[in-house]
């Protein structure tokens, strides 16, 4: 399971996927004005700690590059999903770079 700060950074530890996840002292978030506590209701976890919304909420969402087949609805106008769940305080995570899938283990 992965959640936010350091739980779950054991997940870097898989080949490939395990370098598209950030976390506190793992894999730190790359774009370092993000290393802190957005959070103003959860001030006691530290960063990735990042306020999304409330459990439940939907937060617009808009694939970059060529849309993978699972972000694909046909129901929806542009055939692309817009909207997931917002799920607070979780996740750093970003498309790692093709040479770094390679470095890695």
Avoid: K
Avoid at 4 to 26: E, P
Avoid at 47 to 69: A, C, I, K, L, M
Wanted: charged fraction near 20%; glycine fraction near 10%.
């Amino acid at each position: 399971m992965r959640d936010q700060m350091d739980l779950g950074s054991s997940v870097c530890d898989l080949a490939g996927v395990g370098a598209a996840h950030h976390f506190h002292t793992r894999n730190l978030e790359p774009d370092v004005s993000r290393r802190c506590i957005d959070d103003a209701v959860t001030t006691t976890i530290s960063w990735p700690n990042y306020h999304t919304g409330s459990n439940g909420d939907f937060q617009r969402v808009e694939p970059v590059g060529d849309t993978h087949p699972v972000l694909r609805d046909p129901a929806s106008a542009d055939g692309v999903i817009g909207y997931l769940p917002g799920w607070p305080r979780h996740r750093g995570v970003h498309v790692p770079s093709l040479r770094r899938l390679q470095l890695d283990p």
